[in-house]
């Protein structure tokens, strides 16, 4: 298996404008995990998905933010309007369980908003 | 709050010395911790896991220890080479994978 792959794996993008940060997880894990990592906050998990619908989205920033997962083999988090301070690595993770399992990291998306 | 976090944000250790990287966590029904490496461009990479009926686990030059009385688990890596040179965070389980703030290893040649 390739892991988790995310999509892309740098983006420089204007203020206001959408981005959108795609990944694709390992097949048979059930789990979809999308964290935000930035120096002042470390690793901040954002909202995360079991058999693709979203069960806890209480760390996304602001209405700005979307996730959806359409299918067990792709998501999207979406910014709209994009602003500088949403600048940050983004990761995509997932696990076959959530409870006492571990979680597979993918390279992750750098995001920079000018 | 609830939280699980790291005492230390850098650590320099002599190459071919053990490093010992500590964690504390505060929720007492916290049963499931993993340590993750973190090199620069990458993502987190799982390092070892302990359950919370376990004292003790090892793995190939790294140990893990949890201490549940004062709530405190460490990671020990023997032998620290170069490689090792990474941020590691700990991590728990229980609904949703929660990180500490991370430990910058550094080694010293």
């Known amino acids: 298996d390739a892991g988790v792959i995310q999509s892309p794996r740098h983006e420089v993008t204007e203020m206001g404008q959408e981005v959108t940060l795609r990944c694709k997880p390992i097949?048979?894990?059930?789990?979809l995990f999308w964290y935000r990592q930035t120096m002042m906050r470390g690793l901040e998990l954002l909202i995360y998905?079991?058999?693709?619908?979203?069960?806890?989205d209480s760390g996304m920033p602001e209405d700005r933010f979307s996730a959806k997962m359409p299918n067990a083999s792709f998501s999207t988090l979406k910014i709209q309007p994009s602003e500088p301070r949403d600048s940050a690595v983004y990761f995509c993770?997932?696990?076959?369980?959530?409870?006492?399992?571990?979680?597979?990291f993918g390279q992750g998306t750098r995001l920079t908003v000018v | 709050g609830e939280s699980v976090g790291l005492h230390l944000p850098t650590l320099s250790v002599q190459e071919g010395d053990n490093s010992i990287i500590n964690c504390a966590y505060s929720?007492?029904?916290?049963?499931?911790f993993i340590w993750y490496k973190q090199e620069s461009g990458k993502g987190p990479q799982f390092i070892i896991d302990?359950?919370?009926?376990?004292d003790k686990r090892q793995g190939q030059r790294v140990t893990v220890l949890l201490n549940k009385t004062v709530k405190h688990l460490s990671l020990q890596i023997a032998a620290t080479q170069p490689g090792d040179s990474a941020v590691y965070f700990c991590?728990?389980?229980?609904?949703?994978?929660?990180f500490g703030t991370g430990t910058r290893l550094t080694i010293i040649p």
């Open positions: 929720n007492s029904a916290s049963d499931y």
């Open positions: 993770a997932s696990s076959p369980g959530t409870r006492n399992t571990e979680a597979f």
């Open positions: 302990i359950r919370s009926n376990m």
């Open positions: 998905f079991n058999n693709n619908v979203p069960i806890d």
């Open positions: 097949s048979g894990h059930d789990y």
């Open positions: 991590a728990e389980n229980r609904e949703k994978l929660t």
